[in-house]
């Protein structure tokens, strides 16, 4: 049986680990987060593209070994490096790759295949994870492992595109390497694009999440003008979408949240002023704008108060959502959390509801709480910042003296306002 280790437990490493034990790899998710490790040896599932029973069901049959000692790693046949990439003082940390290179490199043996799968900048798997893999093994990549890059295209809490269904890019050092990586992934997916080199697959995902990066932010900054214009922007775009060519529809929001689109856009600006020493002016001011969209929302919120001649110092602010996107208990880069710790700050009572969202990831100074009318009636506003289907949205409209909707979840009524 083919030995694939999957290093990285998290949003993208669980469905991985768990598809590939399903199709019969003999998997080992290795994390170094002990706790994360304890609960998936458990069978209970951090993460909601993965049900328990999934979970459970793999653990029963013992192809799915989650994992934090790195000598479990030992003789793999395939390794896939699924880890975070953050920014950090708005700069690429590429720590987890590198920590992640040298973990496999001391395992490595020949004919052996690593896939990088983190979003990075273009030319890490060949400058940066190429040397440290043959440093640590005395091994040269081609010649004696295959090497090569497939993004993710993970997307949380989305049903209808999963893992399976969504095409999967893939790539290689060259062509005995992309052909291994196209055959471990033609047993996890449906289907495989093979794309010429690493460089070209490594751009392809910053370009599909700069490409929604920058027309989010042109809606955002158009519902912004449409709002103090007295325009309708939810009923323009509505009218926009009927033309069935040379459009596509994309909505406004709070803000931009998850791994992708506030982080791997800027990946693709620092590597552009690294190497070219110019500045991808798209990226920067699609960063901008998006950055403040939670600004936005608490100066609509202040100002739907000011008219009922109400403060937002001690008002009871009732925020719906806290993660960054419906049905998914992903909270990072969530612009929920800007939102709550601006209210808070200005002396509003903040108290929350999301049933996905742990309770650690509470922002501080906000009370959590269960959607009742009784928390609707007694909210001097509800802002709904995540349409979660969980939410009733008719409960909302009939009890809340007034909503503030960035969604467009709540039909228009007396009270509702949107973004």
Not at 211 to 218: D, E, M, S, T, Y
Request: hydrophobic share 40%; proline share 7%.
């Amino acid at each position: 049986m083919t030995k694939l280790v999957v290093i990285g437990q998290g949003y993208v490493g669980i469905p991985l680990a768990v598809r590939a034990a399903e199709v019969g790899f003999e998997v080992v998710g290795f994390d170094i987060d002990k706790d994360r490790v304890d609960q998936l040896r458990g069978g209970d599932s951090p993460v909601e593209d993965v049900t328990s029973e999934r979970l459970a069901a793999v653990r029963s049959d013992r192809t799915y070994t989650p994992s934090s000692d790195p000598d479990d790693l030992a003789d793999f046949h395939v390794a896939v490096i699924s880890v975070p990439t953050p920014l950090r003082d708005h700069q690429p940390d590429l720590g987890h790759i590198e920590e992640a290179g040298r973990t496999l490199a001391a395992r490595l043996t020949p004919g052996a295949t690593v896939i990088l799968e983190s979003t990075t900048w273009p030319g890490t798997t060949d400058e940066l994870l190429r040397p440290i893999l043959e440093a640590g093994s005395g091994l040269v990549a081609g010649a004696d492992f295959h090497l090569g890059y497939s993004p993710e295209r993970v997307d949380p809490g989305n049903t209808t595109w999963t893992l399976e269904n969504t095409p999967k890019v893939v790539s290689g050092i060259d062509a005995a390497s992309l052909a291994a990586i196209e055959a471990v992934f033609s047993r996890i997916v449906e289907t495989t694009v093979a794309v010429p080199t690493t460089r070209e697959a490594e751009l392809a995902k910053l370009l599909e999440n700069t490409f929604r990066h920058v027309n989010i932010a042109l809606v955002n900054e158009l519902a912004m003008f449409a709002g103090d214009l007295g325009i309708d922007i939810w009923a323009t775009i509505d009218a926009a979408s009927t033309k069935p060519f040379g459009f596509m529809r994309f909505t406004p929001g709070p803000g931009v949240g998850g791994h992708c689109l506030p982080i791997d856009p800027s990946y693709l600006s620092w590597r552009v002023k690294q190497s070219l020493g110019q500045a991808f002016r798209f990226v920067e001011l699609a960063n901008d704008i998006n950055d403040h969209m939670p600004d936005y929302v608490v100066r609509r919120l202040t100002a739907a108060l000011n008219d009922r001649e109400l403060s937002v110092k001690g008002r009871r602010i009732l925020v719906l959502g806290l993660s960054y996107k419906r049905d998914t208990g992903d909270a990072r880069e969530s612009p929920s959390q800007p939102i709550c710790r601006r209210l808070v700050a200005l002396g509003a009572e903040v108290r929350a509801v999301d049933p996905h969202v742990a309770g650690d990831q509470t922002p501080p100074g906000v009370t959590r709480v269960e959607l009742t009318a009784d928390e609707i009636r007694t909210a001097d506003s509800v802002l709904v910042l995540v349409d979660h289907s969980d939410f009733d949205p008719e409960l909302v409209g009939r009890e809340a003296q007034h909503v503030l909707d960035t969604r467009h979840w709540l039909a228009p009524g007396p009270g509702v306002e949107h973004l």
